[in-house]
């Protein structure tokens, strides 16, 4: 197929070609019908201005919405010869309409084609994340709710702390999926602006009307400078890859606890045998890979926001070809992200909580605040009671009856404030969605 930028029927390099085209179309696949929804609302504003008649956008628009059904049925297919989709939607319509079809480049650049693709897709997979990870959240809050008597210990610098409990444990990964959506939400708006008219990165000499593209794509507002808007390319992905390292963060340290948890010298929870795996020698283990995955792959997208600053950092502004590597750094990371969502929201609810962890001789000086606290209630300050249960523990005398722990501060193991952090969640997980 003659690339769309071709003068002469001279054919480009076959190593060249396969170097410069890269993995482009594979990843081109995911960006396929929002070629088409720019291209539509590109032939709409074209025929509102003007610039083509309306019948010849009447005939653009159904091809282009037969190329979409096709699309949406599964069974469109990029040609293996064209250079990217962009060049595959011209193709069909010149095809099907010759010369009336190639006027659908008129006041655009493959430049803002791919920039608005780009942000079409994040902008969907960004829903995704949201509907995953409000799966994670609904579970990780009814979890906190059935086991919020259930004690465990806490722990600082791997040492025994304090007394903590599942609801306290369950609960705070919920608050910190709210901390990452907040995040989620801030680069949704940042993302959510058409770039559509700045063509090549310093607009076009037709009287184009950005608005209509922009009311019609559905996007908040635009970007207005036409420089800035292919500035954007590398930086939505980059902003994004921050978001989606924020949220793999929480899931890298829950998947932590889990494996901890789960190991025979903690023995805090379980899992149905299907969820774990075993050893080819060693007939006791069960294994938590599923766990371990989610980790390691929560880790790689940690890493995500520095591998597309070093793509990115060191370019002046105008369109580079290095930023079409940032397709292969972040469309598989963002797969990545989802499965690990999808296969926490799958096994977790089958979790099996253990009780009566703390009445384990070795979790004694979890109380020792707790006895700290009652010499103050009884008229010591804080300083002398914290000395005198100090020596009774270095004297071996120390000695505590676990009743029930009043703690009634709110976040404290009495009072989760799980309602609290179930109405922000919803709140912003409803602008992220609406």
């Known amino acids: 197929m003659k690339k769309i930028w071709q003068k002469d029927d001279l054919a480009t390099n076959i190593l060249v070609n396969n170097f410069t085209v890269g993995k482009d179309l594979d990843f081109d696949e995911r960006l396929a019908k929002y070629d088409v ?13 003007g610039i083509i008649s309306e019948e010849e956008s009447r005939q653009m628009l159904e091809v282009l919405s037969s190329v979409l059904k096709d699309i949406e049925a599964g069974t469109f297919v990029i040609d293996k010869e064209a250079e990217d989709i962009h060049s595959q939607v ?7 309409l010759g010369d009336t079809g190639k006027k659908i480049h008129t006041a655009r650049s493959r430049n803002d084609q791919v920039l608005l693709d780009i942000k079409l897709y994040l902008l969907d997979e960004i829903r995704e994340m949201t509907h995953l990870t409000d799966g994670f959240f609904q579970v990780l809050i009814q979890l906190a709710e059935q086991h919020k008597d259930v004690l465990l210990p806490g722990y600082t610098h791997f040492q025994i702390a304090m007394p903590s409990s599942f609801g306290l444990w369950f609960g705070a990964y919920a608050e910190a999926l709210l901390d990452d959506l907040e995040l989620l939400f801030s ?11 700045s063509a090549a990165g310093y607009g076009s000499s037709f009287p184009i009307n950005r608005e209509s593209t922009t009311y019609n794509l559905g996007f908040h507002t635009m970007n207005y400078n036409a420089v800035y808007a292919q500035m954007t390319r590398g930086k939505s992905e980059k902003v994004l890859a921050m978001a989606m390292a924020t949220l793999a963060g929480t899931l890298a340290k829950f998947a932590y606890d889990v494996c901890l948890y789960l190991s025979q010298n903690f023995d805090f929870i379980s899992f149905p045998k299907e969820f774990t795996t075993g050893s080819s020698i060693m007939p006791h283990k069960k294994n938590p890979d599923i766990f371990e995955l989610v980790r390691a792959r929560c880790n790689r997208i940690q890493a995500l926001p520095n591998e597309l600053m070093m793509l990115t950092g060191n370019l002046p502004s105008g369109y580079h070809r290095d930023v079409q590597l940032t397709k292969e750094i972040l469309f598989p990371a963002i797969d990545s992200l989802k499965e690990c969502l999808e296969i926490l929201n799958y096994t977790l609810p089958n979790i099996q909580v253990k009780d009566g962890i703390l009445e384990d001789e070795k979790y004694k000086y979890l109380f020792s605040v707790e006895k700290i606290n009652e010499e103050v209630k009884k008229g010591s300050s804080f300083r002398d009671a914290y000395i005198k249960i100090g020596k009774e523990i270095e004297n071996n005398e120390f000695d505590f009856e676990l009743k029930d722990l ?18 922000q969640f919803d709140k912003i997980k409803n602008k992220l969605l609406g």
Do not use: F, R
């Not at 929804?37 to 201005?49: F, I």
């Open 187 to 197: 680069v949704k708006n940042i993302i959510n602006k058409n770039p559509l008219g």
């Open 37 to 49: 929804k720019g291209s539509m609302a590109h032939c709409k504003m074209l025929a509102e201005v």
């Open 90 to 96: 011209e193709a069909i319509l010149i095809e099907k």
């Open 406 to 423: 009043n703690h009634t501060h709110q976040g404290s193991i009495g009072n989760l404030c799980l309602d609290k952090i179930s109405y």
